[in-house]
């Protein structure tokens, strides 16, 4: 037994170093069909939404899986482009704001009363002056423009996938006998009901929160309003860490835009009372079933996940961390797994309903 015991950890931490060199390496392959699974959970969502409303309910489930497919596709090109355009014009205007970012130094110094010992040279040469401005934003924009050329294919394997959605279940009572595509089928329906209904939900709040930081962004007159506000959408899928990167980026660059502490200062201060509200009050309460998984674990997730994929897998580490946690959840052998990872284990379902 201890012999036994010893061979299967082996075995185990041969598959994890496998598992781990294989999502390194086929970044450029598994990162598309990742997207495009869980962008599938979202538009399967939509389409079920529309069904219920009284007029366009009416049509046919194909036409209504087109349309939603149409304008996902459409919102994903505007996105790009948002993006592209945005990069170059910021690459542009980066001299201006480090000029805007050595005045403002310059002044505070003079208002602190800091002239000599330590004179503004020494002191420019050791914050400013150890910034190239222009590269950090190249650097920082180039983990976004990177994704650009893998778009076409989230967009050609969704709708694949979501065209073969309906015939999926048909497979799995050809593929498996009848106790195994059973349990299959209910594992499938679980992360169906938990990711879809996160997932979807989720995106509505990030569309609210999005457009109510354009607005914000758009009264201050802050450069590349509709691209921050794009961006704060996208960070508010990163649970934790990701309102403080959406709201740091365009207060930032909103201080070297306007040589001035009091429009950032006030900026920073409407951004973030956005993001409380989005996430104290309308995210709990819109949000009903969360995906069970424990704080700690989140942050690993994120962790990870960032690690691998850059922002891509932050964004996507969470619902892909639920799905290894139901399907782990599903099997007697690997239920420990599913519960060091869960929060709650009284939510988890019981291998006991599904015996292969």
């Not at 990069?87 to 602190?112: C, G, I």
């Not at 222009?134 to 983990?143: D, F, I, K, P, V």
């Amino acid at each position: 037994m201890p012999n036994t015991r010893l061979f299967n950890l082996v075995l185990a931490i041969a598959l994890v170093i496998m598992v781990g060199w294989l999502l390194v390496n086929g970044k450029g392959l598994l990162l598309p069909i990742f997207t495009a699974i869980i962008s599938v959970y979202i538009l399967n969502s939509c389409v079920m939404a529309l069904t219920r409303l009284p007029v366009v309910g009416w049509l046919p489930v194909w036409s209504l899986r087109l349309i939603v497919l149409m304008v996902f596709t459409a919102c994903i090109i505007g996105m790009m482009l948002v993006v592209s355009v945005t990069v170059d014009q910021l690459l542009t205007v980066a001299p201006t704001y480090q000029q805007n970012l050595e005045s403002l130094l310059a002044r505070l110094t003079t208002f602190f009363g800091v002239r000599t010992d330590p004179t503004w040279e020494e002191i420019r040469a050791a914050t400013i002056g150890q910034v190239d401005l222009r590269g950090l934003l190249a650097y920082l924009l180039a983990s976004l423009t990177s994704i650009g050329g893998s778009i076409f294919l989230v967009v050609v394997y969704a709708a694949f996938l979501f065209g073969e959605r309906a015939s999926f279940g048909a497979k799995l009572d050809a593929a498996f006998p009848r106790t195994q595509a059973t349990q299959t089928r209910e594992m499938i329906g679980d992360i169906n009901a938990r990711i879809g209904e996160y997932l979807a939900v989720k995106t509505l709040i990030n569309i609210i929160l999005g457009l109510v930081s354009w607005g914000i962004l758009w009264a201050m007159n802050v450069d590349f309003a509709l691209f921050w506000a794009v961006m704060i959408g996208l960070m508010n899928y990163i649970p934790y860490v990701g309102s403080l990167i959406g709201v740091a980026f365009p207060v930032v660059l909103s201080l070297a835009q306007f040589g001035a502490v009091l429009p950032s200062l006030l900026l920073a201060a409407l951004l973030t009372s956005a993001q409380m509200y989005v996430g104290n009050a309308l995210e709990p309460r819109m949000i009903g079933r969360q995906l069970n998984l424990s704080p700690f674990v989140v942050l690993v997730a994120l962790s990870l996940w960032t690690t691998l994929w850059g922002i891509p897998g932050a964004i996507l580490a969470i619902p892909m961390t639920s799905m290894i946690t139901i399907i782990c959840a599903g099997f007697p052998d690997t239920r420990f797994v599913a519960i060091l990872l869960a929060e709650k284990v009284a939510d988890l379902p019981e291998t006991e309903k599904h015996p292969v």
